[in-house]
Every structure is written in structure tokens, then in C-alpha cells.
């Protein structure tokens, strides 16, 4: 619980921080293996799965961002 809350008060500063989504989402899939209720395990594994897609959407985002700039600064 307590990784939980220093990702969430990260992504409070950084709303956009894709590590912190990535290991939110891993912190997020051992709290649902630790669990026997099966909604609970459904809804972490959800918050999960919808973190990973957020965070691979900002990495590409940011791969993007890294190629225009180079390719403007080369004059490409």
C-alpha cells in the first residue's frame, strides 16, 4: 500500500509520468494476486490493464516527440 501511495503522489506532480503508471500497474497486479475476492482481483487487474495502455500511449507519445525534435533540429 504504501508504493501505491508514493506513485499516486508522483503522478499528482506529474500527471503524465509513464514510469510511475508502469509500476503502479505492477504494484496494482501483485495487490490482486495477494487477494482471494475475485471482484477485487477484477477491478485491480482492470485499473492495471487500463494504467500499462496509458503509459505505452505516453511513450510513444514521447518517442514522437524526441524523433520531430531531432528531425528539426538536423533540419529534416
Known sequence: ??????????????????????YKNILLRMQANATTDKATQDSLIAEADALRERAN????????????????????
Not at 500500500?1 to 508502469?22: N, S
Open 1 to 22: 500500500a504504501e508504493g501505491i501511495v508514493a506513485v499516486d503522489q508522483a503522478l499528482e506532480i506529474k500527471d503524465d509520468y509513464h514510469e510511475a503508471m508502469t
Open 57 to 76: 500511449e505516453l511513450r510513444v507519445e514521447q518517442v514522437e516527440r524526441a524523433v520531430a525534435a531531432a528531425a528539426a533540429s538536423t533540419g529534416s
